[in-house]
């Protein structure tokens, strides 16, 4: 479970970097399975969007494959307080997904260690 730290720094990030986030998020997969994640971030990582969750809970990740979901493993202590700047390059490290019209003002695209 991502904690609640983790929930409110997304919710920061979202207002402050313009991005949209669902918390808790219900994916209806293509079989008409309902699996509830803690995080959505959307249009970053797929067109559909990024499942966050933590490292050590890395699950049905064949499911969110299968569904068109992208999906990132974190560490929650790197999340549970907002930075501006490192959200900024996690979110350039995964990809704007979205209309071009709609691209953040800050995004970079440019990936990690680059």
Not at 3 to 28: C, G, M, R, Y
Not at 88 to 113: E, R
């Amino acid at each position: 479970m991502v904690s609640e730290k983790v929930i409110h720094s997304w919710k920061l990030a979202s207002k402050d970097l313009n991005i949209k986030i669902q918390s808790p998020f219900i994916l209806t997969t293509k079989n008409n399975k309902i699996v509830q994640f803690d995080l959505l971030v959307e249009k970053f990582g797929s067109k559909n969007g990024m499942i966050i969750f933590p490292f050590y809970k890395m699950h049905d990740i064949e499911l969110l494959m299968e569904n068109d979901y992208s999906y990132s493993g974190i560490f929650l202590r790197s999340y549970s307080t907002y930075n501006r700047q490192h959200f900024i390059d996690t979110l350039n490290d995964w990809g704007y997904f979205g209309d071009a019209a709609n691209t953040p003002d800050w995004y970079t695209g440019q990936p990690w260690g680059e």
